[in-house]
């Protein structure tokens, strides 16, 4: 698993370090006589969300146009400091921390209006999440493999920062489901 990680990391890393000047050219003449636009076609983004939880994030994304995206590779962190329980097996767990070790997903965009352009986003990938619950009548903390998919609806103001309402549902092994809501902020560079 520890090797699978790592050729994921250098595989990005060296996606980065060439592809580093790499712009697709829009334009809205298809003719060629209106302004052109370049763009870059791999961006970067800091995210922070606040909610249920506070989760930091840092996503890489690939832009195919004007409307369409891939978020490649996004990773974070997330603390859960509600007091909400989620049972399991008769007794109440609670899911403390959670490291978001692989996400991606697409990204959907309308046309500009003004400043101002709306996106839809969603994730899926894999975490690890503190979970405590207890086991044979002990208390027991330790860190479990999880899957989670994630449903953003938002609006970049501007061509850097964004807000969006975030939608995380997790599934920590052994089975605990729990969702958290929060508002997304970020920063694209």
Known sequence: MKKIIFVL?????CLQSASAQDYYESSSDIYGLGETNYQKAWTRAVNLSIGDQVNVGFTFRRNFGKYFAWDVWHFGYAYDYSERKIWHDGYKSDVTHEITIFRTGIRLFTPNLGKVKFFAAT????????????????????????????????????KRFNIAYQATF????????HTDNMIRFGIDF
């Open 9 to 13: 990391f250098a595989c990005i890393a």
């Open 123 to 158: 994730g899926w990938g894999f975490d690890y999440s503190e979970c405590d619950y207890p086991d044979n009548y002990y208390k027991d903390s330790s860190w479990k493999p999880g899957m989670g998919i994630s449903l953003e609806a938002g609006l970049y103001i501007g």
């Open 170 to 177: 997790h599934r920590c092994q052994p089975r605990i489901n």
